[in-house]
């Protein structure tokens, strides 16, 4: 059964505190990993798509990064505006169609 | 644009009660879909849809129904509504039904109260 797991569940940084957020996955034919950035109150904001085992992509602060088991998104240097739940998933194709399955998300919290 | 709009908000209902929460895009994406989201559970896909006229269901579509009759408007209909469909409901859409390279557009949610 196609799964995702994000790690932690909560994280809690001072502005500047580097960390990564994690994704393990499980899918039969990775056809492709999300990032989204959920504020309170609204719908995820798409963030990037992964398609392949050694593919990075960046956005200001924020980098991500695939293996085939697992995604990592890096915030270098955070700011208190990057506080947000941060939400993976991935691609999973049966009955002929692509459908997004989600894990449960890492909320950030950064302070100043 | 206003990409992909949601209405209501917010909805209290009665158990039993039937609604309808709207979804309408204007970015003529040919793939809309449902979710609905619940603490530590993640978004979980309800129904969707790869074009007018073609709807399947998801992980979690009992009590729920879908017809899609335009590209724009993707409305989900809760048949008769129970306590368990206390959630917030998300409506998203996509360019390719195939490929995500464009990544899915949320709409801003309805919050839907069942009591």
């Known amino acids: 059964e196609d799964q995702v797991t994000q790690s932690p569940e909560a994280l809690r940084l001072q502005e500047g505190e580097s960390s990564s957020l994690n994704c393990s996955y499980t899918?039969?034919?990775?056809?492709?990993l999300f990032w989204y950035r959920q504020d309170p109150g609204k719908g995820p904001e798409f963030l990037f798509t992964?398609?392949?085992a050694g593919e990075e992509k960046e956005k200001e602060r924020l980098k991500a990064t695939l293996t085939k088991k697992e995604s990592f998104l890096h915030i270098t240097a955070p700011k208190p505006e990057d506080s947000a739940t941060y939400l993976c998933?991935?691609?999973?194709?049966?009955?002929?169609?692509?459908?997004?399955?989600f894990g449960a998300g890492t909320r950030l919290a950064v302070h100043p | 644009n206003a990409g992909v709009t949601q209405t209501p908000k917010f909805q209290v209902l009665k158990t039993g009660q039937s609604m309808t929460l709207q979804c309408a895009q204007d970015m003529n994406h040919e793939y809309m879909s449902w979710y609905r989201q619940d603490p530590g559970m993640g978004l979980r896909l309800i129904h969707y849809s790869v074009g007018a006229g073609i709807t399947d269901q998801g992980e979690v579509p009992n009590g729920y129904n879908v017809s899609r009759s335009t590209t724009e408007d993707f409305p989900l209909r809760l048949l008769s509504a129970a306590p368990s469909q206390t959630s917030v409901y998300f409506c998203?859409?996509?360019?390719?039904?195939?490929?995500?390279?464009?990544?899915?557009?949320f709409g801003s949610g309805t919050r839907l109260t069942v009591v």
């Open positions: 998933a991935v691609v999973s194709y049966s009955g002929g169609y692509n459908k997004l399955i």
């Open positions: 899918v039969s034919g990775l056809r492709g």
């Open positions: 998203a859409s996509s360019y390719s039904k195939n490929r995500g390279d464009h990544g899915y557009t």
């Open positions: 992964l398609y392949s």
